[in-house]
């Protein structure tokens, strides 16, 4: 198992920006993809970025293409997700996840087999 744990959350105007990190112990970090995910209110949880174990491949929901931008550095065991142009419809509790098996992407929730425990992101209008 993988431990994750989210930093970086806040409250953010409209337009803003926010960078969230993911530290990750336990594990071979480095063999395992990993992906931003969030849940708003009432909703369910959703895909946000998703990044390969080497950081080469990168997907992203279509809600947040061009604004959002997930990395990850292996030596320092953390992933990022750059959020820009910020919108109150951003607003979420924000997970990250870690694949289940080595090398598989994660682009959806039933592929996370650590979850870290959420930061809020909140944007105001």
């Known amino acids: 198992q993988v431990q994750l744990v989210e930093s970086g959350g806040g409250l953010v105007q409209a337009g803003g920006s926010l960078r969230l990190s993911c530290a990750a112990s336990?594990?071979?970090?480095?063999?395992?993809?990993m992906g931003w995910f969030r849940q708003a209110p009432g909703k369910e949880r959703e895909f946000v970025a998703g990044?390969?174990?080497?950081?080469?491949?990168?997907q992203y929901a279509d809600s947040v293409k061009g604004r959002f931008t997930i990395s990850r550095d292996n030596a320092k065991n953390t992933v990022y997700l750059q959020m820009n142009s910020l919108k109150p419809e951003d607003t979420a509790v924000y997970y990250c996840?870690?694949?289940?098996?080595?090398?598989?992407?994660?682009?959806?929730?039933?592929?996370?087999?650590?979850w870290g425990q959420g930061t809020l992101v909140t944007v105001s209008s």
């Open positions: 996840g870690a694949g289940k098996k080595p090398g598989m992407l994660v682009t959806a929730t039933e592929r996370v087999g650590s």
């Open positions: 336990g594990r071979t970090f480095s063999s395992y993809a």
């Open positions: 990044i390969s174990w080497g950081g080469g491949n990168t």
